[in-house]
């Protein structure tokens, strides 16, 4: 099966809003073996969304569309739906039940004549009931495509795709299987892990193809194999992960996309049922941040000062102002100093701290543009590690995220093997 995956929306296209819609859609179809051949991003113009729904017909299977179902009169999807199928609106009164104890049972307000329009669907479409909004969903075929809209709400999107059209495209279509398996490396280059890999890679199977992801101090290895049996491409695969892994172990640091760095710091911590806390200066409180975004942090992550200016490290931390005098607020003895003092603080078994010069500007320090130090303080000692991630200020600030739960996750390694 093939699809194409339409955002419908002017705020999309002016850069008001992320598209995070396609991106969900295209990864719960390809978990089934549905192919993506394209994602589009078009106005709400009536006009507009025909031609590309004509440009679309009979090309793919499924046209999967979001957004424009809104209740105001920017949102033209629904009645472009009636028209494109030659069609007519008529109240769905299941709909129009839903909608109206949602909006007086729920909201405890008086339902108007915009919220009972909701209802309004084409006579010949098979609705998507929307359990968690007041926009339905909406499948229609014709000749060989089926064009499904969606409301552009993520959550309501995410909703009718879990609960309506996967389980109704599995029932209703043969699909082949589509299989990834995805490894996480950190510390290593595109470049060099390519290098390192060049043998392996060469010797793969036709069924399995290997795809480069790299990111600011990482690179994701993604397998994905495809055909009918799939044992077959299971045990492919798990076989040359094994062999992969007996060629870079050193930067391998978990598997699959929900295996990020965090997620895998975190599941050791909670193993060895240790505690972390950080000290950041440079880094703005991002360590933290990408912490938390764990569900179950708090098993683990206590807390966290961010000390951005130079008076709260004095002030908060204790960090001496002799020793910020003597060797500048960006130095390895001040990013010590705050290692130990926030692990003291939140009585924590390791303690991350962070201070450099970001950019553009060099701040309270001399200390070159790019310059970041990273202290790990761990049960038994502290680490200072000096870097330059360069320019631009993003990249230094990404990389020193990553570089320190990189160190982290090394050091608690040693306690493992």
């Not at 495509?145 to 043969?174: A, C, D, H, N, W």
């Not at 992960?241 to 929900?258: E, M, P, R, Y």
């Not at 130990?340 to 390791?350: A, E, G, P, R, W």
Request: net charge negative.
């Amino acid at each position: 099966m093939k699809a194409t995956i339409i955002t419908i929306g002017d705020e999309i296209l002016i850069g008001q809003i992320v598209d995070t819609n396609s991106g969900f859609i295209a990864k719960s179809l390809d978990k089934i073996g549905v192919e993506i051949n394209e994602m589009i991003s078009i106005s709400d113009d009536k006009k507009h969304i025909l031609d590309t729904f004509a440009k679309l017909q009979n090309t793919v299977d499924l046209v999967i569309i979001t957004g424009g179902l809104g209740p105001t009169k920017d949102d033209v999807t629904k009645k472009t739906f009636c028209d494109y199928f030659e069609d007519e609106l008529v109240v769905d009164q299941k709909v129009l039940a839903h909608v109206t104890q949602l909006i007086e049972g729920f909201y405890k307000r008086t339902i108007t004549q915009i919220n009972k329009d909701q209802a309004l669907v084409p006579s010949r479409c098979t609705v998507l009931n929307n359990q968690v909004g007041t926009a339905p969903g909406m499948w229609m075929k014709k000749e060989n495509t089926v064009f499904i809209s969606l409301p552009g709400v993520p959550y309501e999107m995410k909703y009718l795709v879990e609960q309506e059209i996967i389980p109704k495209v599995v029932r209703e279509y043969k699909r082949p299987y589509i299989l990834h398996k995805t490894i996480l490396t950190y510390g290593q280059g595109e470049s060099m892990v390519a290098e390192r890999i060049e043998e392996w890679e060469n010797n793969l199977p036709e069924s399995i193809k290997l795809a480069y992801l790299p990111a600011p101090g990482r690179v994701r290895l993604r397998l994905s194999a495809r055909g009918t049996d799939k044992e077959k491409l299971e045990a492919a695969i798990e076989e040359n992960v094994k062999s992969l892994d007996a060629i870079i172990h050193d930067i391998i640091v978990g598997f699959d996309d929900d295996e990020t760095l965090e997620v895998v710091v975190g599941k050791m911590l909670t193993k060895q049922n240790k505690t972390l806390s950080t000290a950041e200066s440079c880094t703005g409180g991002k360590i933290a941040q990408v912490l938390t975004s764990v569900p179950g942090a708090s098993n683990y992550f206590k807390g966290s000062v961010v000390s951005y200016a130079t008076d709260v490290k004095i002030d908060v931390l204790g960090v001496s102002e002799s020793l910020i005098k003597e060797h500048s607020v960006v130095s390895g003895e001040v990013v010590l100093a705050m290692a130990l003092s926030i692990k003291k603080m939140m009585k924590t078994d390791y303690a991350i701290a962070t201070t450099g010069n970001a950019g553009p500007s060099k701040g309270d320090s001399n200390a070159e543009v790019g310059s970041v130090f990273i202290a790990l303080a761990t049960p038994t000692e502290v680490i200072v590690e000096e870097f330059n991630f360069g320019q631009p200020r993003e990249k230094v600030i990404d990389r020193a995220v990553i570089k320190s739960l990189e160190l982290l996750q090394k050091e608690i390694l040693k306690n493992v093997r």
